[in-house]
C-alpha cells in the first residue's frame, strides 16, 4: 500500500528561527509523522533573519525562476532548502527580495506589523503550492499552521481543484493564538484573486483582519486543529458553524499520535 503524503506549510520552524510553541510543532510533527510511516514535505518562508550559512540553505535552481503576479506586479520565486539531519528531513523556503529580505518576520525593529504582510502571505501560499507541483508531488493531506498560511486552503480548494497535484487533497489548518492587530489594505480581496478564485468565495472575508482571515482559512479546509490551549472565542464559535471535523488542543506528549489519526480520519 502506498504510503499517505503528507504537506507541511509552516510560518515558524525551529531551528531556523527562535523556539515558540509554534516553530517547535513546526519542527517535530513532520519528523513525528514521518516515523508513523507517512511521507512529507515541509516549507515555510525564508525570512531575512534566518541565517543562510549557518543553517546551510541553498537555492535549488530547477526550481526557482517563476514569477508570481499580485496586484500586477511580477515577484520572483526563489526556492532554497536545508535539512535537518537528525530528523532526516528538508525543509523548502520561499523566498523573494522583496519580501523577505527585512532582518525580521513579520513586524519591524519598533514592533510595527509590516504594511504588505498580506502580499507576503499571498506570496507564500501561492509559492509554496506552485512550487510542490513542480516536484511532481501529490499530498493527500495539506497542513497548515499558522495564520501567515491562512491562503493556501484557499487556492488549494478554488484555483487548484482540478489540478491533479490537489484535487484530492484534504486540508487541515491549525489556528493558535498569534493575532495580528491591523488591518490589511482595502484592495486585499483584489490581491487575492486568481483563476479560480470569484468573489462568492471571499464573502467570509467583510474584513482584511485576523479574524476574518481565520475564518477564510477554516471555510476552505476539511479539519480544523486547535494548536494553542486558547484560541479567540470568536473563531471557536465559527468552527462549531461550520461543522468542520474539530480536533482540540493537544500537549507536546500527544499531539503527533492525534494529528495523525486526525489526517487518517479525513482520508477514510
Known sequence: MEKAKVLFISQEITPYLPESEMSKIGRYLPQGIQELGKEIRT???RFGCINERRNQ???VIRLSGMNLIIDDTDHPLIIKVASIQ???MQVYFIDNEDYFQRKSTLTDDNGEEYEDNDERTIFFARGALETTKKL???PDVVHCNGWFTALAPLYIKKAMNEDPHFANSKVVYTI???????NWSDNFKEKLKIDGVEDSDLEVLEKSDYIHLSKLAIAMSDGVIQGSESINPELVDFIKQTGKPFLGFHDEDTYVEAYNGFYDSLLD
Not at 493558535?176 to 491591523?182: A, I, L, P, V
Open 43 to 45: 516549507f515555510m518562508p
Open 57 to 59: 540553505l541553498h537555492e
Open 86 to 88: 537528525a530528523a532526516r
Open 136 to 138: 511532481r508531488w501529490a
Open 176 to 182: 493558535y493564538d498569534d493575532e495580528f492587530t491591523s
